[in-house]
């Protein structure tokens, strides 16, 4: 199956800081990329996601993402951060080696914003 | 209304008990998942069901049995509970080859195995 790599595990940042958390994933082949927010005692949310087209692709909150397929990332960035943006944040993958519609997530970013 | 509904949200349990969470899904979404998410917030998934059919079945304890009656449902049962089951289970349905694919996630099952 497909692994999927974030390498920062707590991020904590300013109110008004810029963001970019990163995302990788192995090689194989075609594959859909997804990232998912989870605030605090709450389920997972679709941020954003990759299919096809433009690399640059933009979410709901002022999130964004650049699959760069050299580099087989997929970070997250977010210009201005808020308190609200506190939450956990993963990275997922669907395709290549994974099986049926799969998907693998990363191991999870926990962003704390402080106000 | 939601769209994936999980009940119960939170469950409390002894060692060595059977129990049982349930999930429904009103999205009219052919697959369905499990997933564990343990206490690092890591997600592994569980068991994919296609139409209620079993599609995948991951690494899991043959303690685990997922049910699915019909589409819109796929209960997980655990018998023997142990400690290390203590996790939030998150039920997902999805529709594949939908030109807006994503999972849509439950709001989780808190389990706490004492």
């Known amino acids: 199956a497909q692994s999927v790599s974030q390498h920062n595990h707590h991020v904590i940042l300013s109110e008004a800081a810029s963001l970019e958390l990163g995302c990788n994933y192995s090689y194989g082949g075609t594959v859909n990329l997804f990232w998912y927010v989870q605030y605090p005692g709450q389920h997972l949310q679709l941020l954003l996601k990759y299919f096809s087209g433009d690399p640059l692709v933009k979410g709901i909150k002022g999130f964004e993402a650049e699959f760069i397929k050299s580099k087989f990332s997929f970070n997250l960035r977010k210009p201005s951060v808020q308190w609200s943006d506190t939450a956990e944040y993963f990275c997922?993958?669907?395709?290549?080696?994974?099986?049926?519609?799969?998907?693998?997530f990363g191991g999870g970013t926990r962003l704390m914003v402080k106000p | 209304d939601t769209a994936v509904s999980q009940t119960p949200k939170y469950l409390v349990t002894q060692m060595g008990n059977d129990k049982s969470i349930k999930c429904e899904q009103n999205l009219g979404h052919d697959t369905m998942y499990w997933y564990k998410q343990d206490s690092k917030k890591f997600l592994k998934i569980m068991f994919s069901?296609?139409?209620?059919?079993?599609?995948i079945n991951e690494t899991v304890p043959n303690r685990f049995s997922p049910k699915s009656p019909d589409k819109a449902h796929l209960n997980l049962h655990i018998n023997s509970l142990e400690l290390g089951d203590s996790a939030v289970y998150f039920c997902?349905?999805?529709?594949?080859?939908?030109?807006?694919?994503?999972?849509?996630f439950g709001s989780g099952t808190r389990l706490t195995v004492v």
């Open positions: 997922a993958v669907k395709g290549g080696r994974n099986p049926g519609n799969m998907l693998t």
């Open positions: 997902a349905s999805s529709q594949p080859g939908a030109s807006n694919y994503g999972y849509t």
């Open positions: 069901y296609n139409n209620k059919e079993l599609i």
